[in-house]
């Protein structure tokens, strides 16, 4: 015990020591105190943009992030969390912006409604579909492949080892909207839903199926830039009407069309930051968001550079959310 | 982690119940083919009936009630209940701590304002100076290159952020665990009040409580910490307390007789002479706050499990290797520097260590290691670290190689995923057959009956089979699956039932497996995920088959060589301090997701500790024995067959114990790659808001599942495993 109580006084005397040389050396090449954002009016600091798992998402995130990092001086930080774990995050003032949300009427009732930590601030630009996709060859070989009601024919085509006799629905991210355990069983069909786990992962099954001439069904959206890859066909569930999803249970028709919208903290958007209007003012269309998520996914590029990228090439756009 | 830990965490094993003489134990084997037998054949009559499917979107009204349970904390926080005041305190103080270790030591180089207080080269000078205060020249060596190949590796921010988090925790672990331990230590009562808490810590995933901490602590760093905490902290507390109890008594008699107080004979007396076992805690609290740290990005803790969790989300082998490299490489430096230290410490109490010359050697090194922050501190060279393209070089190759395996093979994986599947999971031949697509009645009595053949009723056999039966009944009643919908009673006698029911059972469990197995299926059916438990159980125990292979055959070979078991334990090291996220990128690259990819990684996963403890069984078969057998004339297969793993028997039970409970771990994270059952119910309900109380019920059902297998094979190894070791 002596040996310990020795080391930890000693242990003091040179942390007491550091600190006195630290404060001591002045000079160097790092300026002590803030040296502030570089450019813009107003204080912007931190901007804690969430990032959503699938590419598109980036894409967005990423060029409204640099964006403000670079014409606003913010201290962009990117945080990679599930949807509903971020709007957790608004009342706390972790996350600032959730930068395309999909529907998430439960989210908003409970955090824009009735906590009223979150805001929404209106469209994105984007607009997005779910539904099933199949690969393109399969719609060419057999066209009423993309009719649902045709769906039961082919299900033992579609069938994998994990889902025996029945056919095999591929869904994403378990964290992405589905309905697709609730469809199958509304609509009778003989399949069952397996989570392949991610967008990337989806992907690569899209692309094994193309290219090897094999029977795929699963769970994709736009806007997405793996389309302009491979084409793939979406097949059409009974058509959406108002109010047919109300009861997740009950649901039996085809995913309504999503108007993607800007969510923020009810805190980040009365603060006055200039981040804020750069997010009210924020709006691009999906072939913009293509183009981004292009070259993320495609080309490598990391979301920093790729978000880079299109910044350097629509200046105009960039100014006119920063001027409003 | 080795066979001395695993036996500490079990204590039960160390009762020893061998009544039976031989022709018992012939009979019971008979009894055994008996109940599978019967088993197989109802199985096949009843194919179908009676599993007590619950469809995904389906919830019972027990998994509502855990809905609204949600629901009404969130609300008191958002209220601003005077409950939550300590908590929200807490969790600032937690923030405040993280952040300001943050200002202080992470540069950051993706930033154009990110320097720190102490630059990359004032960190590494201070990690290379308390690696060799505590533990000497050569883990100080280790430490600066390990410390410096983050940077080189392009993680350097990310792995300091992994190392504060980590350390943070493991403080309030020592605040926390030490007194616990010494309390335990103690009392009899608090042992025994406080183990099926540390197992349920140690067994719930990890997934199945992000959920609540974050509706608690709220995301980032105070949520991280504290589930690093919750993970972390059992080790500790069970080795110390374990340690603290073993001191010899005669010790402790001597100095109680000469007058000492308790708080003298704790401090003067225990606490130095445990200080080794207590140390082997800290490291096993260590591992475990390191494990769990990565996962802890999913609440958007900061650190390493950044890179893994967009790895996987982008299918990038490369970069999941080299920010996996990052995790092993700090791991092998806190593991080398804590066991070390805990033999230094040893040394040094011993006085055996030159005392003079090491405090000079210390001082002149904290000089130059203060100048060196100092530098650090303003010199943006030796605060931000230089960019590096070693980690992208690295990651780059790893990606093309990975395409080019992945091309050329990747048919052949496929076949080999769907083959194996129908082989061994799915009907008429697979597992599933006797497990998923069976009546719930035939399987839980078919797993009561191998409980009882295999671990034992305990004493007293007949009042023990009737609480059982009377367990079971009323858990079969409160799911409600004799009507179509559950029973319509008050939520607080529900729990006071379930409450009632794990303790009742704890109390009168002692001595068998029976108890404990009966309890956990009541549990399963009470929170309404019979049919999903059921997946998991067959996944876990055909990835342990492979384990249980593996761990045969390559310890028998390791347990006969010396040579080669030092050329394969650091690949097993290795391979065990990977985070298990790590291993699913490259697996996702190569099979396609489903169940054959999460008993894959399982098997990953759980193989080396199987590996190494009956490596460590085949080396302790007494020498005199093999060279008596070798000069009777033995071939080296009846060496092997009729000497060797007859005597090591225990060892093999022992690993298959650990086997299956770190195959169920990996189960969970299964859930991630379409591994389906209870490990997907539990990573969707920390996604989707409504499935909350179904993924918390997944988790209940998971450490249901992992108390029972732990239980049969403990009580079985009591049983049968005790003949060699004795």
């Known amino acids: 015990m002596r040996v310990t109580r020795r080391r930890a006084g000693r242990a003091a005397a040179l942390a007491a020591a550091a600190s006195l040389l630290l404060a001591a050396c002045g000079g160097g090449d790092i300026d002590s105190g803030d040296s502030g954002g570089s450019a813009g009016g107003a204080d912007c600091g931190d901007f804690n943009m969430a990032i959503n798992p699938w590419v598109g998402y980036e894409a967005s995130a990423y060029v409204v992030g640099e964006v403000a990092a670079q014409k606003l001086g913010c201290n962009t930080n990117y945080l990679k969390l599930k949807e509903e774990i971020a709007w957790q995050g608004f009342g706390s003032g972790k996350v600032d912006v959730v930068i395309e949300n999909w529907g998430h009427d439960d989210l908003k009732k409970e955090y824009v409604d009735k906590q009223e930590t979150a805001v929404v601030v209106g469209p994105n630009g984007n607009v997005g579909v779910i539904g099933w996709y199949v690969p393109p060859w399969l719609a060419e070989a057999n066209p009423d492949i993309t009719n649902w009601e045709n769906l039961n024919k082919y299900a033992s085509d579609f069938s994998t080892a994990e889902t025996g006799d029945k056919g095999t629905l591929w869904d994403g991210d378990p964290s992405f909207v589905t309905n697709d355990e609730a469809l199958i069983e509304n609509l009778k069909l003989d399949y069952e839903v397996v989570y392949a786990g991610s967008e990337a992962a989806l992907i690569q099954g899209f692309r094994n199926a193309e290219k090897n001439k094999e029977f795929y069904l699963g769970y994709f959206y736009e806007p997405q830039w793996f389309l302009s890859e491979v084409p793939l066909v979406k097949v059409d569930l009974p058509a959406w009407e108002e109010g047919c999803d109300a009861d997740p249970a009950t649901v039996a028709c085809d995913y309504p069309e999503y108007i993607l919208d800007k969510i923020a903290s009810a805190d980040f958007m009365a603060s006055g930051s200039p981040a804020a209007d750069l997010v009210s003012n924020f709006t691009w269309t999906n072939d913009d968001q293509n183009q981004v998520a292009l070259y993320i996914a495609n080309d490598g590029m990391s979301g920093e550079d790729a978000a880079q990228q299109w910044i350097d090439d629509n200046p105009d756009k960039v100014d006119a959310w920063i001027n409003g | ?726």
């Not at chain 2, 210390?362 to 290691?369: D, E, N, P, R």
């Not at chain 2, 055909?542 to 010396?562: C, D, E, K, N, Q």
């Not at chain 2, 990996?666 to 790659?673: D, N």
């Open chain 2, 1 to 726: 982690m080795t066979v001395e830990l695993t036996e500490i965490e079990h204590p039960a094993a160390e009762a020893p119940v061998p009544q039976d003489d031989e022709g018992g134990g012939r009979l019971r084997w008979i009894a055994l083919g008996v109940v599978v037998v019967v088993w197989v054949i109802l199985g096949v009559i009843f194919h179908g009936k009676g599993t007590q499917d619950l469809p995904v979107s389906q919830l019972t009204a027990f998994q509502e009630w855990l809905n609204e349970l949600r629901n009404t904390i969130e609300d008191a926080k958002f209220n601003g209940n005077p409950i939550f005041l300590p908590i929200d305190w807490l969790s600032e103080a937690l923030d405040w701590t993280v952040t300001q270790l943050q200002n202080l030591f992470v540069s950051d180089s993706s930033r154009p304002q990110g320097v720190a207080q102490v630059g990359w080269a004032g960190v590494v000078a201070l990690a290379v100076w308390v690696a060799y205060a505590l533990s000497g020249l050569r883990i100080a060596i280790l430490a600066l290159a390990v410390m410096l190949s983050f940077g080189w590796l392009g993680y350097w921010e990310q792995s300091i952020d992994t190392l504060i988090i980590t350390g943070v925790s493991v403080v309030i672990c020592v605040i926390i665990g030490l007194p616990t331990g010494i309390w335990m230590s103690r009392s009899k009562r608090v042992t025994s009040v406080l183990t099926p808490v540390l197992d349920t810590m140690q067994t719930m995933p990890s997934f199945a409580y992000l959920g609540p901490l974050v509706l608690i602590f709220g995301i980032g760093n105070p949520g991280a910490v504290v589930a690093t905490l919750i993970y972390a902290l059992p080790p500790l507390i069970r080795i110390s307390a374990y340690g603290l109890s073993t001191v010899s008594p005669s010790t402790v008699e001597a100095t109680t007789a000469l007058g000492s107080t308790s708080t003298q004979l704790m401090t003067k007396v225990q606490l130095p002479m445990a200080r080794r076992t207590i140390i082997v805690g800290l490291n096993q609290t260590i591992m475990a706050a390191l494990s769990m740290a990565i996962i802890a990005a999913f609440i958007a803790g900061p650190g390493l499990g950044i890179p893994i969790i967009d790895a996987l989300s982008v299918l990038n082998v490369g970069i999941a290797f080299v920010s996996g490299m990052c995790i092993v490489f700090m791991a092998i430096m806190l593991d080398r520097a804590t066991s070390a230290a805990g033999e230094r410490s040893e040394a040094t109490s011993r006085r055996e260590v030159n005392g003079q010359r090491r405090r000079l050697i210390l001082g002149i090194s904290a000089a130059v290691a203060v100048v060196v922050v100092a530098i650090s501190h303003n010199q943006l060279r030796w605060n931000v670290f230089p960019d590096s393209e070693w980690g992208r070089r690295i990651a780059n190759w790893v990606n093309d190689a990975t395409d080019t395996i992945s091309n050329s093979i990747g048919q052949f994986t496929r076949w080999l995923s769907d083959a194996f599947t129908e082989v061994f999971l799915n009907p008429p031949f697979g597992l599933d057959a006797w497990f998923v697509d069976a009546p719930w009645w035939l399987v839980s009595l078919g797993i009561l009956a191998v409980a009882i053949l295999l671990g034992g009723a305990g004493k007293e056999a007949t009042p023990r089979l009737a609480a059982a039966v009377a367990l079971g009944a009323a858990a079969v009643l409160m799911s409600g699956y004799w009507a179509d919908s559950p029973l319509d009673m008050s939520w607080v006698i529900y729990w006071g039932a379930v409450v009632a029911l794990l303790i009742g059972s704890s109390a009168v469990g002692g001595g068998g497996a029976l108890i404990p197995t009966a309890a956990s299926i009541s549990l399963i059916f009470a929170v309404g995920l019979w049919n999903d438990s059921m997946v998991t159980l067959t996944m876990t125990l055909v990835a342990t088959l492979f384990v249980m292979i593996f761990g045969i055959v390559v310890g028998v070979w390791m347990g006969r060589s010396r040579r080669v078991d030092a050329t394969v334990r650091p690949f097993l090291d290795g391979l065990q301090t990977l985070p298990a996220l790590v291993y699913l990128v490259p697996a996702l690259a190569f099979f396609p997701a489903g169940r054959f990819l999460a008993i894959i990684a399982a098997v990953l996963y759980a193989a080396p500790v199987a590996i190494k403890i009956t490596a460590d069984g085949v080396r302790s078969v007494a020498g005199p024995t093999v060279e008596a057998a070798q000069s009777l004339g033995s071939s080296r297969w009846q060496m092997i067959g009729k000497v060797q793993l007859p005597m090591s028997k225990g060892s093999i039970v022992l690993s298959a114990n650990q086997g299956l409970l770190f195959v169920l771990s990996m189960v969970v994270i299964g859930g991630l790659v379409g591994g389906g059952g209870l490990g997907f119910l539990v990573i969707n309900g920390f996604s989707q808001r409504e499935d909350f109380g179904k993924g918390l019920a997944a988790g209940i059902a998971i450490t249901a599942l992992g108390i029972m297998l732990d239980r049969i094979t403990v009580h079985t190894a009591a049983r049968y495993g005790r003949a060699d070791t004795a």
